[in-house]
């Protein structure tokens, strides 16, 4: 069988280095807030490029904090609107909720599955306040044309980079193409932890003075609590852990690139769409995506042939049930990835056995 992601076999060349950081943490004694997560945290803004990196608990309180944080600032209110596409992963939609603001979905488009900067003027209401630009699935939104309409409109834009660490616009990477940028470090994540995780990138000043108190209690100075705050903190251990896995993050998206160049290439079969790259250092391949007609089906052919593959994601944000509220609203492309979207294996730790293995069965489809 071959796996959809091998946990094991991903993070087996850091295990000595991780039993060695875990040693000196526990000879240090000091567990939340110390010298390990300043460490990732300076690390992380580094390799993003922004003046500052907030460690947090994980992905989706790194969003809400952001939009929280900006409520503090006076710079959002209670009940803004928020654009965000409508096929993200649901996560971005409950920070947005979690945050007491109000999502306004929007489609994306069919050939990248990102936001369609065309269609967010005409969502703008005297309410919007900003945007939220979600790089599924590894590939940069088009962010030059969203921060163009925001400066018009006087929008923030929020990215989240959850599936894009390491994705870079004209050298400018990920989290650092916007206002504030929310990172996870979810296991399976192209940089993940060995826990939940998750980190902000600024680079500016007062917001990231209110973001530090805020993950911790709205504290500054301990038991002086300025903000409404929360527990949303990095563990030391997980820092220590991150720190020792980032250095090799971009040979990690490279291998990534290997593998998707032999895909695009060598995938032939017209039952099988497989996703658009400019090429360009834009995407980093979380996942590699395609659509089918009959997609269950399809996966029942591939499990036969002892592939596993997942699907990000059966049902769109605005017909779960947790969000009754938007279930009749309409996304027709959105609905469409829905029913058809199918991801395949994609991990720096295949070999090309297992790549070549994977192509021929797709062409036999
Ligand atoms: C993983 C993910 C999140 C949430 O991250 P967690 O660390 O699981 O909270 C948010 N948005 C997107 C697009 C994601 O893929």
Redesign the pocket.
């Known amino acids: 069988m071959i796996k959809f992601l091998d946990l094991h076999k991903i993070n087996l060349p850091y295990q000595t280095a991780f039993q060695e950081k875990m040693q000196q943490v526990l000879d240090k004694g000091w567990f939340i807030l110390g010298d390990e997560v300043k460490t990732f945290e300076s690390s992380f803004a580094q390799y993003c490029g922004t003046k500052y990196g907030i460690g947090v608990g994980?992905?989706?309180?790194a969003?809400v904090l952001i939009f929280k944080a900006y409520i503090q600032l006076g710079k959002l209110q209670k009940g803004d609107e928020v654009i965000v596409p409508a096929n993200?992963?649901i996560?971005?939609i409950l920070a947005i909720l979690q945050a007491d603001l109000v999502p306004i979905m929007v489609e994306p488009k069919l050939e990248t599955y990102n936001l369609n900067p065309d269609l967010i003027a005409d969502k703008i209401s005297s309410k919007t306040k900003a945007v939220l630009a979600?790089h599924?699935y590894g590939q940069l939104a088009e962010m030059e044309q969203i921060n163009a309409i925001a400066k018009e409109h006087n929008l923030l834009v929020i990215e989240?980079s959850?599936?894009a660490h390491g994705a870079a616009y004209q050298n400018r990477k990920s989290g650092n193409l916007s206002d504030a940028a929310?990172f996870?470090?979810?296991p399976g994540?192209n940089l993940g932890a060995l826990g939940?995780?998750?980190a902000i990138t600024t680079n500016d000043a007062d917001l990231a003075k209110v973001l530090f108190a805020l993950r911790n209690y709205g504290s500054e100075q301990k038991y002086y609590n300025e903000f409404i705050g929360v527990n949303s903190r990095l563990d030391e251990l997980q820092a220590a852990f991150l720190t020792v896995k980032l250095p090799h993050l971009d040979a990690e998206n490279l291998k990534r690139k290997d593998i998707v160049k032999r895909y695009l290439t060598e995938i032939k079969n017209d039952k099988i769409t497989l996703p658009f790259w400019d090429g360009t250092d834009n995407h980093v391949f979380h996942l590699f995506v395609v659509r089918t007609q009959n997609r269950a089906q399809f996966q029942e052919f591939l499990k036969q042939n002892d592939i596993e593959t997942l699907i990000h994601y059966p049902v769109p944000p605005h017909q779960q049930k947790a969000l009754s509220k938007w279930n009749s609203l309409s996304f027709p492309i959105t609905e469409k990835i829905h029913q058809e979207v199918i991801s395949l294996p994609l991990s720096p730790v295949m070999t090309e056995e297992e790549v070549s293995y994977i192509i021929t069965i797709l062409n036999q489809y």
Do not use: I, P, R
Request: proline share 0%; hydrophobic share 40%; charged share 20%.
């Open positions: 994980n992905g989706l309180e969003m993200t992963y996560a971005s979600v599924l989240d959850a599936q929310a996870s470090f979810y994540k939940d995780a998750g």
